[in-house]
């Protein structure tokens, strides 16, 4: 039971475009979203989150969005630069007894083209 | 920097072997994770604990894996007898408060021959 999703396991952008990465989660509970990156033979970095009581947030390049009526989150780096090549993975959190579980998704992998 | 760190960062070790992989979390932590990452599942998280007691281990395979925090500084994942299907990488996160603060080790890539 997969409840946080990333349909597309990679995807390839010119540098300088709009990088656009999905995720679709089911559980109404999460709380909080947020999306991950990841280098080789690296742990994942936090990038940016989201409130479940927000629709927007913007951190530079970097801009999430929420979409709760259609249990959906994309992440939208604009301009794409070559340092964006990685994996992200996108999470949900959920509050259980003081500490926030976060659920993955599968990952995207993310090359930005010269 | 404060940085989570992680022990052994690679291990290969042959079916039926114990494997003991350690993280150190970041001083001041106190919530402590552990998640394995495959090409199958992604990031999976296997247990986690706050204030070092154990809140939720369903993850984890009950009959040969276990997590424990003997200290504030060290948290250990055993898994007793390791199979091949347990071939994966291994990350150690630990936080405070909210989601956003989940820090990651660099990870212990596992492979069971």
């Known amino acids: 039971d997969q409840q946080v999703k990333q349909n597309s396991p990679s995807l390839s952008v010119q540098e300088g475009r709009i990088s656009i990465l999905n995720c679709d989660y089911t559980n109404s509970m999460f709380d909080y979203f947020l999306w991950y990156k990841k280098y080789p033979a690296e742990g994942p970095t936090f990038l940016i989150s989201?409130?479940?009581?927000?629709d927007k947030n913007e951190d530079g390049r970097f801009t999430v969005f929420l979409n709760k009526s259609a249990k959906h989150l994309s992440l939208h780096i604009v301009p794409s630069q070559p340092g964006d090549s990685a994996v992200y993975f996108c999470a949900a959190s959920v509050g259980i007894q003081g500490a926030q579980k976060l659920v993955f998704g599968q990952g995207t992998r993310l090359t930005i083209n010269p | 920097d404060a940085r989570v760190t992680q022990t052994p960062r690679h291990k290969v070790t042959e079916m039926g072997q114990e494997v003991t992989m350690r993280c150190q979390p970041i001083l001041g932590h106190n919530t402590v994770f552990w998640y394995r990452q495959t090409m199958m599942q992604g990031l999976e998280l296997l247990a986690y604990f706050r204030n070092r007691a154990p809140l939720d281990d369903s993850g984890m395979p009950k009959d040969r894996f276990s997590a424990e925090m003997p200290d504030a500084t060290l948290a250990t994942l055993k898994i007793q007898p390791s199979e091949p299907r347990d071939s994966a990488v291994y990350f150690c996160a630990s936080g405070r408060a909210g989601p956003e603060t989940q820090y990651f080790g660099p990870g212990t890539r596992l492979l069971v021959l």
């Open positions: 989201i409130s479940s009581i927000k």
